[in-house]
């Protein structure tokens, strides 16, 4: 594509996206926004009577209160195991990733590889093999669960070439910081992960630990952009559509390249899916409560444990409500308990967390046995430990 043809779509995005971002109510600015997606010249004349009939116009912010129904409207021509990937595979295709690679099962690879097969694009295709130092950044179970069925990964470039030198690259003697830099992230976060991403046995309990690379991230985190927020690709969101811009461990909550890199993704997502675009940003900028799960007995482990608070807002010190439910990242399994669905309300109560869900049912968790999470607040930056300092 040159560079002619993308420079109109681009800057009309911009303003479209600052719109947005400037946190302008969707439900008042969603008429005009579709009005904007329809004079980029987008393919979206069915959107405006789609979404009416879907009761998506009526209320605030309604875009983003149903994502499932959007998404399975806007991606059907796309195979369900596909559409977690659907920016990254659109990225590559526009040029502005150099390759892409993707994890499913070898039944997902059957129901997909005819649409893969349709893209202007080449692949290899490698089994996975079978390890104890394979996902061990999850809970044995979990390891369980994803190795119990074959899977494959799936290594896409714009040359076959290109394709099977990143797949060499994660073959019998991989070579990580190599496969980072050759699927375009930065080399800051390549580096953050390869200094800390090494599998290890963990002493207290005998089994293979792989480090927590979000905690970490946000740990080193001292702001937030929300082009850097990829908590929710593995949420209850998950094969919805795209929920992420990016599709690495950013270093940081905050990385510079990984905030570019995020943004050229969000225009190339916004030339192929306007309204989504809009509901993306609303997702990636909902305030995220995360657990580390770094001091949890094996059984707990999850790298992606919390909640994206949808629209929230701080009501209080340690207190933030939606009229949204909010949506589960990761298992919701803590040893404090399960989080619950529908959290419409979190507040610090005591020494611990109380959700409230939208039927106004309560459960409190105890900082002493999940720990005290952070929030992490992508619209002003902030990340800090939810209500204090103490952890
Ligand atoms: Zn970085």
Not at 22 to 34: D, I, K, Q, W
Not at 207 to 212: D, E, G, K, L, P
Request: proline content about 6%; hydrophobic content about 40%.
């Amino acid at each position: 594509m040159s560079a002619k043809s993308v420079k109109r779509p681009r800057r009309q995005f911009l303003s479209n996206s600052l719109k947005v971002l400037a946190g302008v109510t969707v439900s008042a600015a969603l008429p005009r926004e579709l009005v904007d997606a329809k004079s980029l010249g987008f393919s979206a004349p069915r959107l405006p009577g789609l979404l009416e009939r879907q009761g998506l116009l009526k209320g605030r912010s309604m875009l983003a209160a149903r994502p499932a129904e959007l998404g399975s409207q806007l991606f059907a021509a796309i195979p369900r195991p596909l559409r977690s990937s659907a920016l990254q595979i659109q990225s590559l295709l526009d040029g502005i990733k150099p390759a892409c690679r993707l994890s499913m099962t070898a039944e997902e690879l059957r129901a997909s590889i005819s649409y893969l097969k349709s893209l202007d694009c080449r692949f290899v295709i490698e089994q996975v093999v079978v390890s104890e130092t394979l996902y061990a950044q999850l809970s044995p179970r979990r390891r369980q669960q994803l190795t119990a069925k074959a899977r494959v990964r799936v290594y896409l470039a714009k040359s076959a070439a290109d394709a099977r030198r990143v797949a060499k690259l994660e073959s019998a003697d991989p070579d990580y910081y190599a496969l980072g830099l050759a699927l375009g992230y930065p080399v800051c976060c390549v580096e953050a992960a390869a200094k800390q991403d090494l599998p290890h046995i963990d002493e207290e309990h005998g089994i293979f630990r792989q480090a927590n690379l979000n905690a970490a991230a946000v740990r080193a985190s001292s702001t937030a952009d929300f082009r850097c927020n990829q908590f929710l690709a593995e949420s209850d969101l998950e094969g919805v559509g795209p929920v992420s811009v990016i599709a690495h461990y950013p270093c940081t909550l905050g990385c510079r390249e990984t905030a570019a890199m995020g943004h050229a993704a969000l225009e190339s997502s916004a030339r192929a899916w306007p309204i989504w675009t809009i509901t993306l940003c609303e997702l990636l900028r909902a305030p995220v409560l995360y657990w580390s799960d770094d001091s949890w007995p094996p059984e707990y482990w999850d790298e992606y444990s919390g909640l994206a608070l949808l629209e929230a807002r701080e009501v209080g010190p340690g207190e933030w409500r939606s009229i949204l439910p909010a949506r589960l990242l990761g298992s919701a399994l803590t040893p404090a308990g399960t989080v619950p669905s529908f959290v419409v309300r979190v507040k610090t109560v005591g020494d611990g967390i109380l959700f409230e869900n939208a039927t106004g049912d309560t459960v409190n968790h105890s900082f002493e046995q999940c720990g005290r999470p952070w929030i992490i607040d992508w619209r002003s930056g902030r990340v800090e430990k939810f209500a204090g300092k103490s952890s």
